[in-house]
T-cell receptor, first 113, second 112 residues
Framework: EPEVTQTPSHQVTQMGQEVILRCVPI?????FYWYRQILGQKVEFLVS????????KSEIFDDQFSVERPDGSNFTLKIRSTKLEDSAMYFC???????????FGPGTRLTVL | QKEVEQDPGPLSVPEGAIVSLNCTYS??????FMWYRQYSRKGPELLMY????GNKEDGRFTAQVDKSSKYISLFIRDSQPSDSATYLC????????????FGKGTHLIIQP
């Protein structure tokens, strides 16, 4: 069964460093998303991406964040200058256009020291 | 006012019991309702998806949506220890661009 994959599973970085989180969505899906979950908190929407551009973004998704689909399979989230409060699980999700069922990847645990 | 409220639990029930999990919401624009299961430090796994009001059944799981009360439920029949997980409700007004709004999740424990 097709699934969303994410790499790395765990990323440790120093405050102020740039990180890139990678996702491979399900191959025939057209909408892609990033969410984050701070330990013990809700899953929060960051951004949606369709047709090579951002469709919607939350107020969390500020200028420190960017997304890109550099080729036909990968979808990336870049955090330019990480802060301690960026420590969280980051989930990628994808959706096929005609249904509202979003399928999530296993997540990347980001630890900012 | 929180958009989606969900009792975090923990909810502990004996094996074989019927489990009832619930969420309330405030945004009347929500049209699509999902239940996800999440194991510790893993990604949410889609269990049930419902559009608008009504019931949907899939095996031991039944999802109910009452839009007039802004209340959704997930019932698990013949609960098993393997059902122990955190259950997240999520909803959206529709359209692929919209992100999901999640509840905080209910931690469910099924005692053998």
């Amino acid at each position: 069964e097709p699934e969303v994959t994410q790499t790395p599973s765990h990323q440790v970085t120093q405050m102020g460093q740039e990180v890139i989180l990678r996702c491979v969505p399900i191959s025939n899906h057209l909408y892609f998303y990033w969410y984050r979950q701070i330990l013990g908190q809700k899953v929060e929407f960051l951004v949606s991406f369709y047709n090579n551009e951002i469709s919607e973004k939350s107020e969390i998704f500020d200028d420190q964040f960017s997304v890109e689909r550099p080729d036909g399979s990968n979808f990336t989230l870049k955090i330019r200058s990480t802060k301690l409060e960026d420590s969280a699980m980051y989930f990628c999700a994808s959706l096929i256009r005609d249904y509202n069922e979003q399928f999530f990847g296993p997540g990347t645990r980001l630890t900012v020291l | 006012q929180k958009e989606v409220e969900q009792d975090p639990g923990p909810l502990s029930v004996p094996e074989g019991a019927i489990v009832s999990l619930n969420c309330t919401y405030s945004n009347s624009a929500f049209q699509y309702f999902m239940w996800y299961r999440q194991y510790s430090r893993k990604g949410p796994e889609l269990l049930m998806y419902t559009y608008s009001s009504g019931n949907k059944e899939d095996g031991r799981f039944t999802a109910q949506v009452d839009k007039s009360s802004k209340y959704i439920s997930l019932f698990i029949r013949d609960s098993q220890p393997s059902d122990s997980a955190t259950y997240l409700c999520a909803m959206t007004s529709g359209g692929g661009a919209d992100g999901l709004t999640f509840g905080k999740g209910t931690h469910l424990i099924i005692q053998p």
